[in-house]
């Protein structure tokens, strides 16, 4: 393959030259050589690092993540592009369920279909995990996010549908008794579910139990999810956690 110099390889690639001088000024992705004319030339292998770069900011890695990634001696390029196939696969199989889900919900809403209120919210929920997991990454750390992934990593299809129906569940049963009071039995009731469903993910502290809740309404991806069970499903977990957390402080 013949090496090509940093403006064929933007165009090909179909990213901006001034990407590739700063991939090259932080050490990401450097030339394979440089012409006595200043030009700097890329091989093969480093359009295939490009590749792997680009790949992984597809999936919304940071650069410094990228970085830490490819540059580990172990790194095999084949298990990543495996990897990023699987995550395709993924993307490709929650989009058909998604259509799914639009194609039923206008059966039900014309009465020509009956959905089960958990059929409503079904294709949300792997999307739902992703959420948690970078509410746990942000808040939290990568360490609690490595404990989140390898539980639900553990699981098999079942059980993720189980945890997934369950925690549809707990949502459903706080919407349900929002009339009775945040403090009411029933709420609280669903709340420790809730708190106990938290466990399948990683285990929470009362800080992070709170700082959940505070996401629901202050995070615009939960606010989404929340407001299409009830509108006032955010607020209300808010106020029902943050009570159910005092109660377990004061019983400490």
């Given at each position: 393959m013949?090496?090509?110099?940093?403006?064929?390889?933007?165009?090909?690639?179909?990213?901006?030259?001034?990407?590739l001088?700063?991939?090259?000024?932080?050490?990401?992705?450097?030339?394979?050589?440089?012409?006595?004319?200043?030009?700097r030339?890329?091989?093969?292998?480093?359009?295939?690092?490009?590749?792997?770069i680009?790949?992984?900011?597809e999936?919304?890695?940071?650069?410094?993540?990228?970085?830490?990634?490819?540059?580990?001696?172990?790194?095999?390029?084949?298990q990543?592009?495996?990897?990023?196939?699987?995550?395709?696969?993924?993307?490709?199989?929650?989009?058909?369920k998604?259509?799914a889900?639009?194609?039923?919900?206008?059966?039900h809403?014309?009465?020509?279909?009956?959905?089960?209120?958990?059929?409503?919210?079904?294709?949300?929920?792997?999307?739902?995990?992703?959420?948690?997991?970078?509410?746990?990454?942000?808040?939290?750390?990568?360490?609690?996010?490595?404990v989140?992934?390898?539980?639900?990593?553990?699981?098999?299809?079942?059980?993720?549908?189980?945890?997934?129906?369950?925690?549809?569940?707990?949502?459903?049963?706080i919407?349900?008794?929002?009339?009775?009071?945040?403090?009411?039995?029933?709420?609280?009731?669903?709340?420790?579910?809730?708190?106990?469903?938290?466990?399948?993910?990683?285990?929470?502290?009362?800080?992070?139990?709170?700082?959940?809740?505070?996401?629901?309404v202050?995070?615009?991806?939960?606010?989404?999810?929340?407001d299409?069970?009830?509108?006032?499903?955010?607020e209300?977990?808010?106020?029902a956690?943050?009570?159910?957390?005092?109660?377990?402080?004061q019983?400490?």
């Open positions: 013949i090496d090509h110099i940093v403006n064929q390889l933007a165009t090909i690639a179909g990213v901006s030259t001034r990407t001088h700063y991939y090259n000024e932080i050490g990401l992705l450097k030339p394979s050589a440089v012409g006595d004319n200043g030009y030339y890329y091989d093969e292998t480093r359009m295939l690092r490009l590749q792997q680009l790949f992984f900011r999936m919304d890695f940071n650069l410094a993540d990228i970085q830490e990634i490819i540059n580990q001696p172990d790194f095999d390029m084949i990543a592009l495996s990897g990023h196939k699987e995550n395709l696969y993924g993307q490709l199989a929650y989009l058909e998604l259509l889900t639009i194609d039923n919900t206008i059966s809403i014309k009465g020509k279909l009956e959905m089960k209120p958990t059929e409503l919210f079904e294709p949300f929920s792997e999307e739902k995990q992703k959420e948690y997991e970078e509410e746990v990454r942000q808040r939290y750390g990568d360490k609690e996010l490595k989140s992934q390898q539980r639900w990593g553990s699981y098999s299809e079942e059980k993720r549908q189980q945890v997934i129906d369950e925690g549809n569940q707990n949502y459903l049963a919407a349900n008794n929002i009339d009775k009071g945040h403090e009411s039995s029933e709420v609280q009731e669903a709340v420790a579910r809730w708190h106990q469903h938290i466990h399948y993910f990683y285990d929470p502290s009362i800080d992070i139990l709170r700082g959940l809740s505070d996401g629901y202050n995070d615009p991806a939960f606010r989404k999810f929340f299409k069970i009830h509108p006032d499903l955010a209300f977990t808010l106020k956690v943050t009570y159910y957390c005092d109660q377990l402080e019983a400490s």
